[in-house]
Every structure is written in C-alpha cells, then in structure tokens.
C-alpha cells in the first residue's frame, strides 16, 4: 500500500481510506444497502491484509451504528495504534440543541458520544460533515481547538462546502490562534469535478489535503451506462449528478477499461489518485473486489491521451451534497 501524508501534517496515512458509511445496522438511518456487522467483517479483514488502515465513519452514518461496528472491528481484528480512525459532526443525529449543528455544545456533546461508540479515547481525524450557517465561525472553531488540546482530536477536517466557507472558517483559526483543518473531504469524481474550478487551488495553497468521497460515483463509472447499482437506486442525490452528458463520460471509462484488460473501477479511481491534492479518496465497499480493484488502481498510470478521452463529455453542473 502506498502511503502519503494527511495534507501538510506529519501524520503518514495510506494513499486509499476505508468508507464505512457502507457499515451499520439498516434499519438505523435508511440505507437498505448497508453490511450488518457479520457482513461487514471480512471486509475489515481484507482491508487490514491490503494495508487499508484509514477508516473513515460519522456519527450520522446509520445513526451510530457505523461507528459501533467500525470501534468493535478495530478491537477484534486490529489495535488501535495501528490503525487511523476518522469521524464527523454535523448532520443531525438527535432532536436535542446539541444533536446536530455545530455549536459548542454540539461539538462537546458529539466528540464524546463518538468516542463511546468507538471504543476509545481519541480520533484521529474529526470532521464538520458540512458548513452550518446558524453558528458563528468562531464558536465553531474554538470548540473544535478546545476538543484537540483535550486530547480527544489528533487533527481537525472540513468536508462538502464551497470555498468561501472553508476560508471564513480557516481565517477565524488563524485569528484566534485555534486548530485549522488540515483536509477537504469532497465529492470528485469523473462525473463531478466541480472542485477543480476553486477548491482544489485553495487546498494546494494552504497545504490542505483532498479526501474525496464518492470517487466512483456511487458506481456510477463501475459499470457500462444504464446498469444502476443497489445505492444509486436510491441515492439522495441520483437525478442531479447523472445529466445525460455523463454517458460519454461512462463510455469512456469502458472503452479505456477494455482496452487495458481492466475493470472500470480501476481507470476511474486511477483518474482521481492522479491529482495532486488527493491524499487519500474514501472507497465505500460491500464486495471483495471493490478493495481489490481500489488497490489496483494505485498501480495503474493513464496516458495523457487516456486522460483526454475521460474528459473530453464532461460539463459543467452543480456542485451537490451540500
């Protein structure tokens, strides 16, 4: 497994981080596709034996039960120092004032809630799921300050919001003398690659990392076009990241696949690993060869002409997951 480092920190992470939005119980949270724990634990085995020691989750992700299985997973198959663990807070989990948003007290009252659910005593990365407009900056930021110098955060991540929002919440830090984000965790994709117009300069600049989520988009560019997958059936955001100028995008893949000997999987994700400000993407699996093919990716190098021919369809659209 290739290695680099979490943005511009010392901390070494694998170029490829488990997505474990893919891990719960489905009848918390609404995802019927999801692995239950005796699903799910060949896939953590498979992941440690291919040094994917990255896994990312969130409080929200099948309301706490992502986090159980993942805490359970790294104390039955692995140890917790070999392992980087990464979480979030946002999205609601709880009707009360502190069971979303990301207010002091959302912040105090989540960070605490994950660490129970995981089974220990620190996070490695803790991300706002989204940007909360209802909260002052500065609440936010020095909460989050307040939670790394407790020991509980080794450092702090940022996911899905536009750049002027990230900036606004940088600047307070660096005002305050508090914890700035260190990562991006972002929706990039061959269908989706809205970020490359000003977040992913913003990233370059300030020494930021990419965390993209959704690098295949949501198997969108795994298979020939038409052919839908469980969670794109039903996906939140199906409809409004797949206009019709995404076939030529899908075509290609194939075609560039078929001409390698390779799965789609592979040229996609090739695709994403090869920009620069991509630390690690974020690869959801529920099959053994989802891991497989991500890992062979690593080793796959397109051609400029490649690289060509998977772009050339794509146009512009909105960004999503807002």
Request: proline content about 6%.
């Amino acid at each position: 497994m290739d290695h680099t480092r979490l943005g511009s920190t010392g901390l070494r992470i694998p170029h490829l981080a488990l997505g474990c939005m893919s891990v719960g119980d489905s009848s918390r949270g609404g995802h019927p596709w999801v692995l239950d724990e005796d699903a799910a634990a060949p896939l953590f085995t498979q992941a440690l034996e291919l040094g994917m020691t990255f896994w990312d989750t969130a409080n929200s992700y099948n309301l706490g039960s992502s986090e159980e299985i993942v805490g359970r997973a790294v104390r039955r198959y692995t140890r917790r120092e070999d392992v980087v663990l990464a979480t979030k807070l946002c999205l609601p989990v709880g009707d009360g004032p502190g069971g979303s948003g990301l207010s002091r007290r959302a912040v105090m009252e989540q960070v605490d809630a994950s660490l129970t659910r995981l089974g220990t005593d620190y996070v490695d990365l803790y991300q706002i799921h989204r940007f909360d407009p209802l909260t002052p900056v500065e609440e936010t930021m020095e909460a989050l300050h307040d939670v790394v110098k407790a020991g509980k955060v080794r450092y702090l991540g940022a996911s899905s919001m536009w750049t002027w929002q990230l900036a606004k919440l940088q600047t307070a830090a660096l005002l305050g003398g508090w914890t700035p984000f260190v990562t991006m965790q972002d929706q990039y994709s061959l269908l989706m690659r809205e970020e490359e117009r000003e977040m992913f300069g913003y990233l370059a600049d300030t020494g930021m990392g990419s965390l993209p989520w959704s690098p295949l988009a949501r198997g969108r560019v795994t298979r020939p076009w038409g052919q839908q997958t469980a969670r794109s059936s039903s996906d939140l955001f199906e409809g409004v990241v797949d206009p019709a100028s995404d076939e030529g995008t899908v075509n290609a893949v194939e075609k560039v696949a078929a001409e390698r000997g390779v799965p789609m999987a592979q040229v996609a994700l090739a695709w994403v690993l090869r920009n620069p400000v991509v630390d690690a993407p974020i690869v959801g699996a529920t099959k053994p060869h989802h891991l497989t093919d991500a890992v062979a990716a690593l080793g796959l190098d397109l051609s400029d002409d490649e690289v060509t021919l998977l772009e050339a369809s794509y146009t512009p659209r909105l960004p999503t997951g807002f």
